[in-house]
């Protein structure tokens, strides 16, 4: 540039500037800082109202990019919902180290279907922090037969879009711990459930109505599913999951109602179940509905003393016998395959599929599934109703 003209120059530097301008407008980023907005570190005073302003300015804010930033200490939240759409393009809650804490009274959160609710939203993600829904008072009351709430799920998105949620813990959460309900595009990395091994209805995570969803590298302990999925999951991938207490993963229940959308193309790889009631599952109840499970693909699972390590069961009633539908599940399933499931089972029969007289399983496929009971003894499999084929090394010994 020294041998041109000093308009040209000029004109260059001009240009850049103008360039780097731009180019920093659209990349522009702003944070909103909870402290500003009055939230209290120690937890002695409630900061919900402070939240929802601080989401409220990120959301409304415009631009590329805004961040809620919640600094290390201690929150007392009461149920609070985050609205969108957001005139940002991508809006982040960024947590760290901070401690978000439910109220003691468990009927502050009992009486609420959520604690943090993310509804309408696109291009948003929740990084770190931990979830402290102190569910445990709510779980003495329903242990003790009194009239209690339902209780909330810790944190749930719906009709949301694009969904990043990493290294966040949730922990004694009153009902489900993370659902995803009628959402695409959610990418749930390296989460941490933890809650008692007979805490009830605490799913780890519950996906339904939704597609593209993809769980990778957690850790769940909780008193029921790892990970459950609903009706009209579609294009799911779990990879690298540890579960254990729990019931496992399970598809289902399903047939809850006549008319629901079926579940299909799942994937779930590399997952290890240890102590758990289940490993891999697939339930629905006794009852007409036109329900399907298709195109799944448990792969590479290793169980350590897991109860009922592979289990189809379409008679699914966890309540008195006496409330059973007791009718024929018309859930279709199909398209199963089980490759590379190896382990300790802590019961006799490994393998159970207790498939429907009216809609037998189809088109299930085992291989390579190497299942024993501790100290080396044989396992047994059973089958109601269902068909499919056996290849490679199996044991217990197929009754497909």
Partial sequence: MANLPDHFVWTFLFLLLLVLSRASSSTSFTLFDVLDFGADPTGAADSTQAFSDAWMSACSRGGFFAA?????????????????????????????????????????????????????????????????????????????????????????????????????????????????????????????VKADGDSPNTDGIHVQLSSNVLILRSDIATGDDCISIGPGTRNLTIHGV??????????????????????????????????????????????HSNGFVRGVHFIDARMINAHNPIIIDQNYCPYDRRTCPNQESSVKISDVLYRGIQGTSASPVAVRFDCSAKNPCTGIRMRNVYLMRLGDEVTQSSCANANGEALGTVQPRSCL
């Fill in 68 to 192: 809620v930033v919640v600094r290390s200490g201690r929150y007392l939240l009461e149920p609070v919902r985050f609205r969108g759409p957001c005139k940002s393009r991508h809006v982040s809650v960024r947590m760290g180290g901070a401690t978000l804490v439910g109220p003691p009274d468990y009927r502050v959160l009992g009486g609420s279907s959520s604690w943090l609710n993310f509804d309408g939203v696109s291009n948003t993600s929740v990084h770190g922090g931990v979830l402290d829904a102190n569910g445990s008072s709510l779980w003495a009351c329903k242990d003790s037969g009194r009239d209690c709430p339902n209780g909330a799920t810790t944190l749930s998105f719906t009709n949301s879009n694009n969904i990043r949620i990493k290294d966040l813990t949730s922990m004694d959460s009153q009902m489900f711990h993370i659902s995803i309900n009628r959402c695409r595009n959610v990418h749930v990395q390296g989460v941490r």
């Fill in 242 to 287: 540890r579960c254990g207490p729990g019931h496992g993963i399970s598809i289902g229940s399903l047939a809850r109602s006549e008319n629901e959308p079926g579940v299909q193309n799942i994937i779930v790889k590399n997952t290890t179940f240890q102590g758990t009631q289940n490993g891999l599952r697939i339930k629905s109840w006794a009852r």
